[in-house]
């Protein structure tokens, strides 16, 4: 028998986060799955394998206890209508899913996803398809 692994989602209200979470939880490979969230999700039927936790993103280090798992998926984004500012942006789409890879490798995560946007370059002038390819391109 295969050794049952944990997960880790972190932007689950998306379209690709809702249907990352969907295949998590219909998936026999994963165990358990924690999702990291802003606000609480009320599901209209739960999963007993699902546990949700709601956090302050702007106080990541304060949760790196949560940050655990085999593997972890950072579908994590905003636009700029929701971020108002290229900062706020920035912050949201870049550095809390390097600060998440960072703790998550720091609690021995075995693999780390993240998806950024098709046309992602960190050479574009594009301000969003740029933080996106930076994301893509940081070690």
Do not use: W
Request: proline share 3%; glycine share 6%; aromatic share 8%.
């Amino acid at each position: 028998m295969r050794e049952r692994k944990t997960a880790l989602l972190v932007g689950t209200t998306g379209v690709v986060g809702s249907a990352c979470l969907n295949l998590l939880l219909k998936s026999d490979f994963d165990n358990r799955v924690t999702i990291l969230t802003r606000r609480e999700i009320n599901f209209s039927a739960p999963s007993p394998q699902l546990n949700q936790q709601v956090i302050d993103f702007t106080r990541i280090g304060d949760y790196q206890h949560l940050i655990q798992a085999d593997h972890i998926y950072c579908t994590l984004s905003t636009t700029m209508k929701i971020a108002k500012t290229k900062e706020n942006f920035y912050q949201v789409d870049f550095n809390y899913p390097l600060e998440i890879a960072k703790i998550g490798l720091q609690n021995s995560a075995k693999h780390y996803l993240v998806v950024t946007s098709m046309g992602a370059n960190s050479k574009s002038s594009i301000f969003y398809r740029r933080v996106k390819g930076e994301g893509r391109s940081t070690p």
